[in-house]
């Protein structure tokens, strides 16, 4: 029953990262719906986790060198997630507040993914590997 609790809290807070993703566009003082592209951020994100555990030996070793390869995809692919936004707004785009409101989906999105690695990567009965 733990499992079901843990999958509905990581539904409800990337729900609530979505909405401020959205709110960021769709708000009439804004209006601009380029944000929308750090979705495929979203999608590709976890990818390269995926593929590193998958490919990775079971050892006990301190560090994997496709496991940190992985890592190092990942947060390049989650540096540039918050770099559009950025980039967007600087050159005047998209406005500041709704660069705001997308940080702010991302920072709540990519820590609904970081807390679905940590709730289903144990490898135990209840994991990832059977989504």
């Known amino acids: 029953m733990a ?6 809290g990581l539904s409800f807070s990337g729900a609530i990262g979505l909405t401020f993703l959205l709110l960021g566009c ?5 209006g601009v719906y380029w944000p929308l592209f750090v979705l495929f951020f979203y999608v590709l994100s976890p990818i390269p986790t ?3 555990k998958r490919l990775s030996e079971d050892s006990d070793s301190a ?9 190092f995809f990942t947060t390049g692919i989650v540096v540039s997630a918050f770099g559009l936004p950025i980039v967007l707004a600087r ?14 989906g991302n920072s709540v ?5 970081l807390g679905f690695f940590v ?7 209840f994991s990832w590997e059977q989504w």
């Open 26 to 30: 769709a708000l009439e003082q804004y």
């Open 3 to 8: 499992g079901v609790k843990a999958l509905v």
């Open 91 to 104: 050159v005047n785009v998209i406005q500041w507040g709704a660069c705001g409101l997308v940080m702010a």
């Open 63 to 71: 560090s994997n060198a496709c496991r940190e390869l992985a890592y």
């Open 50 to 52: 995926f593929i590193g």
């Open 109 to 113: 999105i990519f820590l609904t993914i």
């Open 119 to 125: 709730v289903f990567g144990g490898g135990d009965d």
